[in-house]
């Protein structure tokens, strides 16, 4: 049973595409997260959904559009990719509620976008 | 703002012998704290975390971690280190109120020698 899935995998593109990912969750989660890691594998939030709006925005560029159909899913679009958008990205999910602040989040395997 | 600090970018031990990985935070106000562990090409796996109450907290695979408020810090701690421990181990903060997003350290990377 796959809790938090990631589509695809790897993604290899060249400068100026457009190129989306997906993520979805079986889990029931209210909140989901997309994260990006960096060569040096420094983690940083991007986005957080809950229930389907957007509560957290850090600062990233404009040419990344997350999109959340569902509270199952959390897409994320980037336009116009640059060299320096090649990373890992994770999307993951956390239940909300009362108890949100302190709950785990699960993580997807990633998506290892590389940009030529 | 919150900041996580991991002092270690590599810890190497023995197979059997104990394993500290530390780590430090600043926060505003209350902690809440935890310890994750990312496995070579795979998502971040949650092992344990500080909510409140008993500072000893234990987790999955046999790891514990201490909270110590005076010292700011949330070592990640195992009496027995095994090699498939060997992976990328991440702390992570946030405040116990208000809409601020979970921040992680840089990571550690455990090595075990069999």
């Known amino acids: 049973d796959t809790a938090v899935s990631q589509t695809p995998k790897y993604l290899v593109t060249q400068m100026g595409n457009d190129k989306s990912i997906k993520c979805e969750q079986n889990?029931?989660?209210?909140?989901m997260y997309w994260y990006k890691q960096d060569s040096k594998k420094f983690l940083k939030i991007m986005f957080s959904?809950?229930?389907?709006?957007?509560?957290i925005n850090e600062t990233v560029p404009n040419r990344f559009s997350p999109k959340s159909p569902d509270k199952a899913h959390l897409n994320l679009h980037i336009n116009s990719l640059e060299l320096g958008d090649s990373a890992v990205y994770f999307c993951a999910s956390s239940p909300s509620g009362a108890s949100g602040l302190y709950n785990e989040q699960f993580f997807g395997p990633g998506t290892r976008l590389t940009v030529l | 703002a919150q900041s996580v600090a991991q002092p270690e970018d590599q810890v190497n031990v023995a197979e059997g012998n104990p394993l500290t990985v530390k780590c430090t935070y600043s926060v505003s106000g209350n902690p809440y704290l935890f310890w994750y562990v990312q496995y070579p090409n795979r998502g971040l796996q949650f092992l344990l975390k500080y909510i409140t109450g008993d500072n000893l907290v234990k987790g999955s695979y046999g790891f514990e971690a201490e909270f110590n408020k005076s010292q700011t810090s949330f070592h990640l701690k195992k009496p027995s280190a095994l090699v498939s421990d060997s992976a990328l181990y991440f702390c992570?903060?946030?405040?116990?109120?208000?809409?601020?997003?979970?921040?992680f350290g840089k990571g550690t990377r455990l090595s075990v020698i069999a």
């Open positions: 992570a903060v946030r405040p116990n109120s208000g809409n601020t997003p979970l921040v």
């Open positions: 889990l029931g989660h209210d909140t």
């Open positions: 959904y809950n229930n389907k709006e957007l509560i």
